[in-house]
Each structure stands twice: as C-alpha cells, then as structure tokens.
C-alpha cells in the first residue's frame, strides 16, 4: 500500500485545511485508516481514524467536534477536514494504513498500523 498525504499548509487560528491521503497498491487489504501528526520535539499522536467498509470513525478529544474524518471508496482516499483550528494543530500530519492481522488493537495504537505516507505540514497562526 502506498499513501500520498496532501492538502497542508498554513492557516491562522480559527481557520480551516482540507488534508487528502490517497491510497493505492493492495489497499484491499487494509481495514482502516488513520490520521497521526508529530509537532518537533514530541511523540507521534494519534488524531483520527476511519474504517473503510462502514465509515466508523474515531477521534482523539482534543479534536472533536472541530476535525471530521471521511473516505471516498471509489477514489481510495481518506479526508481530514480540520476546522476551527489552534496554533496547537500545528504539526507534521501523517496518514497511515493499517493491517488486518493487526484488527484488534486500537486505532489509537502507532502499531497498528503498517504502512505511513510521508506527511504534510500544517501549521496554524496565532
């Protein structure tokens, strides 16, 4: 599976981006996908995630209600839709396909996930 992250860029607070991840290769073999961002000097943290077949989504708090998930099947690609934005947001945002030997841990687990595409830089003004 190979995925090519797009739609970064820089917005000032309270504004919004569109991220794009488009999937391609053996995607019928991931079950769901999911969004990640890195801010320097920090960890990778999970921020959203998908399951292609049903479109259940799943948030971490600190982006409910501002961020949506979606996917198009037809087009092999996964939305972030990230509204109301913080300088907070700011970040290196990666998307991420997972494995389906990997189904039973949580979507917030990094190692769920087998295959990462190379990020895209948001950042958000104050």
């Known amino acids: 599976v190979q995925l090519q992250a797009s739609g970064g860029g820089l917005a000032q607070a309270g504004g919004s981006l569109r991220l794009s991840c488009a999937a391609s290769?053996?995607?019928?073999?991931?079950?769901?996908m999911g969004w990640f961002r890195q801010a320097p000097g920090k960890e990778r943290e999970f921020v959203a995630a998908?399951?292609?077949?049903?479109?259940?989504?799943y948030y971490t708090d600190s982006v409910k209600g501002r961020f949506t998930i979606s996917r198009d099947n037809a087009k092999n690609t996964v939305y972030l839709q990230m509204n109301t934005l913080k300088p907070e947001d700011t970040a290196v945002y990666y998307c991420?396909?997972?494995?389906?030997?990997?189904?039973?841990?949580?979507?917030?687990?990094?190692?769920?996930?087998?295959?990462w595409g190379q990020g895209t830089q948001v950042t958000v003004s104050s």
């Open positions: 998908i399951r292609w077949s049903s479109g259940f989504t």
């Open positions: 290769g053996r995607t019928v073999s991931s079950y769901a």
């Open positions: 991420a396909a997972d494995h389906p030997r990997f189904q039973y841990k949580s979507f917030s687990d990094r190692t769920r996930y087998d295959y």
